[in-house]
């Protein structure tokens, strides 16, 4: 349950903290890390889908798993 996922449409601090809380709001556990240059988001502790769920809720482009 751990991945690297592309994230478009990051462009500043905020919107690494939208994209953080809204992944914990469905997964508390989880372990986010944002890194904004690359707009990669690893993440320990939940699945595609809910990642899926929460980046596009919070108005992000989810671009799936990153290679």
Same mark, same amino acid.
Do not use: H, Q, W
């Given at each position: 349950?751990? *991945? ?11 919107? %690494?903290?939208?994209? =953080?809380?809204?992944?914990?709001? @469905? ?5 986010? +890390?944002?890194? @904004?240059p =690359? *707009? @990669? %988001?690893t993440?320990?502790g939940? &699945? +595609?889908g @809910?990642v899926? &769920?929460?980046? +596009? *809720?919070? *108005? ?5 798993k990153?290679?």
């Open positions: 349950m751990n *991945g690297k996922y592309k994230v478009d449409g990051m462009t500043c601090g905020g919107c %690494v903290r939208s994209v =953080t809380n809204a992944i914990t709001k @469905l997964a508390p556990n989880a372990r986010v +890390e944002v890194d @904004l =690359t *707009g @990669l %988001v993440v320990d939940a &699945d +595609e @809910l899926r &769920d929460a980046v +596009e *809720g919070a *108005g992000f482009d989810f671009g799936g990153a290679a």
